[in-house]
């Protein structure tokens, strides 16, 4: 199985600063169609899961493009620019390009 | 609009059998592979399994961990997506989620609210 491992789990930020989140995969996710099957989630409390980034960097439909995703191979990066207080809950990285499909532990964002 | 809906969670004692549905909508289920994916509390999200649609053969796939426990079936003339699960444990205590990922859509980009399965005595 793919393991995706995900830094830090936890963090705090001031609203109005950047975050930063890694995701580095156990095996490369580009795959023979030259796209990269990494995608990112948001867990907010008492919400279903929704889609932030699809395919590293693309932003989903209705996603502020404050928003940002980027990396390639194994080692990818989640960049909110200026964290905003909806902004909080569990961001995952998942990877779609072989079964079983896999998370990453997730990391905790909390506002100051 | 998509919409997924998920019914079927409550109360289950430790060895019973629970049947979850997805009723979906907004879509063409038929073409839609049906994902389930887990969160205990306090726990990551979890990938279940997956059932594929008919030009697929309904191609199933699960979680190792599972121990084949658990099945996906799906009906399509009636656009739901099932989960059954069967030598319930306390550790299946989770909010279960249904998500679909269509042939020319992302995975997983609408998920259903999720439905509570509490397994105790």
């Known amino acids: 199985d793919i393991v995706m491992t995900q830094t830090p789990l936890s963090l705090s930020v001031t609203p109005g600063q950047p975050a930063s989140i890694s995701c580095k995969s156990s095996q490369s996710l580009l795959y023979s169609d030259g796209k990269t099957y990494l995608f990112w989630y948001l867990l907010k409390p008492g919400q279903p899961p929704q889609l932030l980034i699809y395919e590293v960097s693309n932003r989903f439909s209705g996603v502020p493009d404050r928003f940002s995703g980027s990396g390639s191979g194994t080692d990818f990066t989640l960049k909110i620019s200026r964290v905003e207080a909806e902004d909080v809950g569990v961001y995952y990285c998942m990877q779609n390009i072989q079964l079983p499909r896999t998370f990453g532990q997730g990391t905790k964002v909390e506002i100051k | 609009e998509v919409q997924l809906v998920e019914s079927g969670g409550g109360l289950v004692q430790p060895g019973g059998s629970l049947k979850l549905s997805c009723a979906a909508s907004?879509?063409?289920?038929?073409?839609?592979?049906m994902h389930w994916v887990r969160q205990a509390s306090g726990k990551g999200l979890e990938w279940l399994g997956r059932?594929?649609?008919?030009?697929?053969?309904?191609?199933?796939a699960y979680a190792a961990s599972l121990k084949g426990r658990f099945t996906i079936s799906r009906d399509d003339s009636k656009n739901t997506a099932y989960l059954q699960m069967n030598s319930l444990e306390t550790e299946d205590t989770a909010l279960y989620y249904c998500?679909?990922?269509?042939?020319?859509?992302?995975?997983?980009?609408?998920w259903g609210q999720g439905t509570l399965v509490t397994v105790s005595s």
């Open positions: 907004g879509f063409s289920f038929n073409d839609s592979a």
């Open positions: 059932i594929r649609g008919k030009a697929n053969n309904y191609a199933t």
């Open positions: 998500t679909r990922h269509g042939t020319f859509t992302s995975p997983f980009d609408y």
